[in-house]
C-alpha cells in the first residue's frame, strides 16, 4: 500500500510561518486532507481538497500540492497551532485503502 | 451537523474481543460513510477500514483483515467496530469518523476528493492481563 511521509517535528517562532509537507505517491492521484491534535483530543480537520477550510478554521491555515508533495501553510502561527498534524489520502497503489502520514509535532517557540 | 458520540473506554483480556459502539445525531447512518481509526499511545493515525463510498463495500486495512467486523445498525443510527483476539498491541484510542466525498470537474479531468469529518471523541481500549 502507499505511504506518506511527514517530518517529525517542526518548529516556528510566534507569528512567522511555517510549512508542513506530507510527500507520496498516491498524492499524484488524491489531494491530502489535513488534521490538527492536541493532547488528549481527537483530531479536527483543518484543510481538504485543493485548499479548503471548514467552518470554524482560521484563514491563517492553508493548503497546496506539487507532484507527489502537499502542503499545510500556517501564515501567522499562533500558540494555540502548537499540535500534532497529520496528512491523510486514498491509496493510488490499487488497494482501496486510506492511508495517514506519521505526523508532525509543530511547536510554536 | 453531524456529531459522533462512542462508547466508554474498555479494559480487556488478550484474546478477548471488543465492540465500540458510534451514535450518530443530526443524520442518519445510511447517508454516511462511518469509518474506524485507532491510535496507539504516543502513536500515529492508523486507518482501520470503513465503508467506501465509491463502491458501497465495508474495505478492512489488510492488517486487521479476519479480526475486525464493521457493522451497523440503521434503527439506532449506531455504528460499531468490533476486534477479535486482542493483544497488548492493540491498546489504543479508536475514533468513528465520517468520510466526506466530492467531486470537481476541472479542464483537466475529475477529481475526487476525501476527507475524514467530523470524528467522534475516542474509545480507549486497554487490552492487558
Known amino acids: 500500500s502507499s505511504e506518506l511521509t511527514q517530518d517529525p517535528a517542526v518548529s516556528v517562532a510566534l507569528g512567522q510561518t511555517v510549512r508542513i509537507t506530507c510527500q507520496g505517491d498516491s498524492l499524484r492521484s488524491y489531494y491530502a486532507s489535513w488534521y490538527q491534535q492536541k493532547p488528549g483530543q481527537a483530531p479536527v480537520l483543518v484543510i481538504y481538497?485543493?485548499?479548503n477550510r471548514p467552518s470554524g478554521i482560521p484563514d491563517r491555515f492553508s493548503g497546496s500540492s506539487s507532484g507527489n508533495t502537499a502542503s499545510l501553510t500556517i501564515t501567522g502561527a499562533q500558540a494555540e497551532d502548537e499540535a500534532d498534524y497529520y496528512c491523510n489520502s486514498r491509496d493510488s497503489s490499487g488497494n482501496p485503502d486510506w492511508v495517514f502520514g506519521g505526523g508532525t509535532k509543530l511547536t510554536v517557540l | 451537523q453531524v456529531q459522533l458520540v462512542q462508547s466508554g473506554a474498555e479494559v480487556k483480556k488478550p484474546g478477548a474481543s471488543v465492540k465500540v459502539s458510534c451514535k450518530v445525531s443530526?443524520?442518519?447512518?445510511?447517508?454516511?460513510?462511518m469509518h474506524w481509526v485507532r491510535q496507539a499511545p504516543g502513536k500515529g493515525l492508523e486507518w482501520m477500514g470503513g465503508f467506501d463510498p465509491e463502491d458501497g463495500e465495508t474495505i478492512y486495512a489488510q492488517k486487521f483483515q479476519g479480526r475486525v467486523t464493521m457493522t451497523e445498525d440503521t434503527s439506532t443510527d449506531t455504528a460499531y467496530m468490533e476486534l477479535s483476539s486482542l493483544r497488548s498491541e492493540d491498546t489504543a484510542v479508536y475514533y468513528c469518523a465520517t468520510v466526506n466525498r466530492s467531486i470537481m470537474i476541472t479542464f483537466g479531468g475529475v477529481i475526487v476528493m476525501f476527507w475524514f469529518d467530523p470524528w467522534g471523541q475516542g474509545t480507549l481500549v486497554t487490552v492487558s492481563s
Open positions: 443530526g443524520y442518519t447512518l445510511t447517508e454516511l460513510s
Open positions: 481538497g485543493k485548499n
